[in-house]
């Protein structure tokens, strides 16, 4: 049963840690604390070594990497909530690496032992050292005794029972914080530490993880120029995953890429396009698609690693996600307003007129900007204080996109830094929405909705053409966006960032 004092005495100890690397709170703040907690703070760091890598910006990263994996975790999870730390903190944390020195060999092949019964020489030819090493595990590379090269990926011992003890520490904090605090309330920290604990107990099983990679699999066996390794299932086990080894060149040596004469452009579309098609395509997706996690082959496929952390949407969300991207591609923030009435996602209090016109200020401005000017950061942070303005709940289940969205958006722009995300997207998303909102979704809706066929069949005729109506715009609009003399050249190009903004709108905005 959890215990308030020792819970107390954890979160102290982690103040003291914050504290001593001046962590704790931001200047602004600090110079409006009462003076006790000031000199609290000044008698914390007597005897505090002084940043050695210099900057005051990496002082918080560096406590969080001194209080061990689960504030890892904690602050990459508070660098997507600019909300509820702030963009500038929001910004520092996004530095923070998840990089631990590695536990020793014979560890790790008594771990592996202990998980699938045999000793390591009776599993693998070779065993190497390992070759990365973060919070929750390190990873080997291992030779099989057919021959086959593979990755070996092996929790760090104990890990799980200290994420334990940590996570019941930050639910005590966030269950205080609502019942302290009506931001608390609005900002929902039990909900985001419950989705945080969700998130981490799949991370420590790493048959989840192998689940992951071949539900992903699966899905993408189709798709053009992506993959994942194959997952070595008779070798794997709760704390230990062996996957196929990858041979290629990592995402972020964008010269390498460059030299073997890959095309960074088809790169970059590829990235965009991977991402849409696992999001709202198949409502699973890579979460954490940085350029560590990202490679190409030899063949020139971009290969995704590292299922720790996926992320879904249900059938509602994608579908409340097409009639959002279509009232914006319309321009039509009335519905997009009332979309969120109907939902229940802003308070019926609030004036679905006002609401409409604070969308409009947010949508009007990036349709006359060229498409290497959007800032997704930008207009997330207007979102965010959209959501304070009209008191609508923090939506923590989909704070794993919005992450995902800004990472991968960035990924593709150091490929291709005048990416038009709208052109890259237009054949994963114009296929959505025609198939969420065109007349085969229309029809689907109202199967779900209809209980008889004699009820559907009167709504046919009208759902035909509200159909035609959809396809006459929807078509509109892209020819439009495509062609050269296009009188709104720049200002459609705004729309590319929709096939990621869309997302971000319903994520902050519901």
């Not at 050695?52 to 602050?75: C, D, E, R, V, W």
């Not at 192998?210 to 997952?231: H, I, T, W």
């Not at 290969?303 to 321009?331: K, N, Q």
Request: hydrophobic share 45%; with cysteine; proline share 6%.
């Amino acid at each position: 049963m959890p215990n308030p004092v020792t819970n107390a005495f954890r979160l102290a100890h982690a103040g003291f840690v914050l504290a001593r690397y001046d962590a704790l709170l931001p200047p602004d703040q600090l110079a409006r604390a009462p003076w006790l907690a000031r000199l609290g703070l000044k008698l914390a760091q007597i005897g505090a070594q002084k940043n050695p890598q210099g900057g005051q910006h990496n002082h918080l990263t560096q406590a969080l990497s001194k209080l061990g994996p689960s504030y890892i975790k904690l602050g990459q999870f508070l660098a997507t909530r600019p909300d509820v730390i702030g963009a500038k903190r929001a910004f520092e944390l996004k530095a923070l690496q998840d990089k631990l020195p590695p536990f020793p060999q014979d560890v790790a092949e008594a771990v592996v032992e202990e998980e699938l019964g045999k000793p390591v020489k009776a599993l693998f030819k070779f065993f190497g050292p390992p070759v990365a090493a973060a919070s929750i595990a390190q990873v080997h590379k291992a030779t099989t005794l057919d021959g086959r090269e593979v990755a070996v990926k092996i929790l760090r011992p104990g890990v799980e029972r200290r994420f334990a003890n940590d996570i019941e520490s930050f639910a005590f904090a966030a269950r205080n914080a609502e019942r302290l605090s009506r931001e608390g309330r609005r900002l929902r920290p039990v909900a985001a530490v419950a989705m945080l604990e969700e998130s981490m107990v799949h991370e420590l099983d790493l048959r989840m993880e192998a689940a992951a990679l071949s539900e992903m699999a699966q899905n993408s066996k189709e798709d053009p120029g992506f993959r994942v390794p194959a997952v070595m299932w008779d070798l794997s086990a709760k704390r230990v995953l062996v996957t196929e080894w990858i041979d290629g060149t990592p995402m972020a040596d964008v010269e390498a890429l460059r030299q073997r004469g890959l095309d960074l452009h088809a790169l970059a579309d590829t990235v965009i396009q991977s991402f849409l098609r696992h999001a709202i395509r198949d409502g699973f997706f890579h979460a954490d698609m940085h350029q560590g996690n990202l490679f190409v082959d030899a063949k020139g496929n971009l290969v995704a690693l590292d299922f720790g952390i996926t992320g879904r949407l249900s059938e509602g969300d994608r579908l409340f996600l097409a009639e959002i991207l279509y009232g914006f591609i319309t321009r039509n923030y009335r519905r997009i307003a009332q979309v969120h009435f109907d939902a229940g996602y802003v308070p019926s209090t609030e004036d679905v007129e006002t609401f409409a016109q604070a969308l409009r200020a947010i949508g009007e401005p990036i349709m006359g900007l060229p498409a290497d000017q959007i800032s997704m950061s930008r207009l997330l942070t207007q979102l965010f204080e959209v959501t304070e303005q009209f008191n609508m709940q923090t939506q923590p289940q989909l704070l794993l996109l919005q992450k995902t969205m800004v990472v991968t958006e960035g990924v593709a722009r150091t490929l291709n830094p005048d990416l038009n995300i709208w052109k890259s997207g237009e054949p994963v998303v114009k296929h959505w929405i025609e198939r969420k909102l065109g007349p085969l979704g229309k029809v689907e809706q109202a199967i779900g909705t209809t209980r008889s066929l004699t009820g559907l069949a009167l709504r046919v005729p009208k759902l035909m053409q509200e159909a035609h109506e959809f396809h006459a715009k929807l078509n509109t609009f892209v020819e439009a966006q495509n062609r050269p003399a296009n009188p709104w050249p720049t200002r459609l190009l705004g729309v590319c960032a929709l096939a990621l903004v869309a997302i971000a709108l319903k994520l902050v905005l519901r």
